[in-house]
Nanobody, 124 residues
Framework: VQLVESGGGLVQTGGSLRLSCAAS????????MGWFRQAPGKEREFVTA????????YYADSVKGRFTISRDNARDTVYLQMNSLKPEDTAVYYC??????????????????WGQGTQVTVSS
């Protein structure tokens, strides 16, 4: 199984980025997908998650209204659209897969597969 993130980079405060996570080696439509992030010196934290069908999404309060998760099961890809970025959004962003039906999990320990991460840096 491989999860490959892309789309990270350097952006100014208020800017936007779109992250992608391409999956292979698994039946993508059977997996809930999540995005987590880890800032320097901090614990990894939940950002957002989407159910296998895309019908249920959850967001951390810190990103609600600014970030949008979506998925394309035909392309085996999950996306994270990030708008109105703030310096505190600076982190390595990871996508993860969880073979769970129903509501997606916010708990990183329930995710089975992880990508290598992509750096997002928001300058002030």
């Amino acid at each position: 199984v491989q999860l490959v993130e892309s789309g990270g980079g350097l952006v100014q405060t208020g800017g936007s980025l779109r992250l992608s996570c391409a999956a292979s080696g698994l039946t993508f439509s059977n997996y809930a997908m999540g995005w987590f992030r880890q800032a320097p010196g901090k614990e990894r934290e939940f950002v957002t998650a989407i159910s296998w069908s895309g019908g249920i999404t959850y967001y951390a309060d810190s990103v609600k209204g600014r970030f949008t998760i979506s998925r394309d099961n035909a392309r085996d890809t999950v996306y994270l659209q990030m708008n109105s970025l703030k310096p505190e959004d600076t982190a390595v962003y990871y996508c993860a897969a969880n073979s769970r039906y129903g509501p997606p999990s916010k708990n990183e320990y329930e995710y089975h597969y992880w990508g290598q991460g992509t750096q997002v840096t928001v300058s002030s």
